[in-house]
């Protein structure tokens, strides 16, 4: 099931997204539960009815990201085998995952525009992965992982490229520009998924229509299930949490010269069996 967060005059609503009449269009579900969040906090996804309600179409609606208010938003860096060569430094594949943390009001959703701060002209994409739990737990292990996931989403991790070299060992200020990230369009629900699936999964991302990054989970040093053991070990995690599991190589901080985003340009994150996250680039607006 596609599920996603959305505004419509003005009042944000969640809903599913079904194919009907050979169009995709939207079935507002608020009177299962306020928020997607919420419905996943209630383990009320396992009983939407969808037959004979009234559909939306899709242009009516500005996408939201798919959880609006996550209480926590975990980020995994230099998961891809082939990042971690990517920076020709030598070193050896790390033991254990880097992670970093990103606020909700860096995102923006699906069809809108990522926007580039006045304070940099280094505004990059990062293609990745998404799990968003669906039942919280400590310690979780990790072959239990995959019962813990409500779904996947898509995120594009834009990055300020010079704001993460501030400090030796800090990035956010990088990461958490205003709307400088995208997730979604939607989330598919984990029974769309088997675990063999979710262990090679191709993730894609292609800058006005140029691939530029290309591959699958299989490459990842730390997997899903890994990744939901070693977060849960030092912190709770709760439904409606976003993890991102890492991007592959070929951001634009990469190239010779860089090839940084610039407004006008057209962003698509493309995974195996969710969808594709499509967004725009603009300036500020001051």
């Known amino acids: 099931m596609r ?11 969640w809903g599913a997204v079904i194919h009907e009449a050979g ?11 306020p928020s997607l969040k919420c419905a996943i906090e209630q383990n009320a ?20 990201p798919p959880i ?32 970093f943390i990103r606020f909700p009001d860096s995102f923006t959703g699906h069809g809108e525009p990522l926007i580039r701060p ?22 979780i292990p990790r072959e239990r992982a995959f019962e813990h996931i409500a779904g996947l989403t898509i995120m594009n991790e834009g990055t ?3 704001w993460v070299r501030h400090a030796k060992f800090n990035v956010t200020q990088g990461k958490n520009f205003d709307r400088s990230g995208a997730m979604g369009p939607w989330l598919v629900s984990a029974d769309e998924f088997t675990p063999e699936a979710l262990r090679d999964m191709r993730v894609t991302t292609r800058v006005n229509g140029e691939v530029r990054q290309d591959d699958t989970t299989a490459s990842m040093m730390f997997p899903m299930d890994f990744i939901i053991e070693y977060l849960s070990t030092f912190c709770a995690l709760k439904p409606g949490d976003v ?7 070929g951001a634009g901080a990469r190239f010779d010269p860089p090839r940084y985003l610039v407004p006008g340009d057209e962003v698509e994150v493309e995974v195996q069996g969710v969808g594709t996250l499509c967004n725009g680039v603009a300036d500020e607006e001051l």
């Open 68 to 99: 609006a208010a996550p209480e926590k938003i975990l980020c995994i860096g230099v998961n891809y085998a082939n990042r971690n060569a990517e920076y020709k430094d030598g070193s050896d594949a790390p033991t254990k995952p880097s992670v």
């Open 118 to 139: 006045p304070e940099s002209r280094q505004l990059d994409y990062e293609g990745e992965i998404v799990v968003v739990i669906g039942k919280g737990g400590r310690r």
């Open 23 to 33: 169009e995709d269009r939207l079935v507002d579900l608020a009177h299962i539960a």
């Open 45 to 64: 996804l396992a009983s939407v009815a969808l037959e004979g309600l009234p559909t939306l179409s899709l242009q009516k609606v500005t996408w939201l």
């Open 243 to 249: 993890i991102a599991t890492g991007t592959p190589n």
């Open 160 to 162: 300020l490229r010079d």
């Open 3 to 13: 599920l996603a967060t959305y505004c419509r005059a003005g009042q944000e609503s």
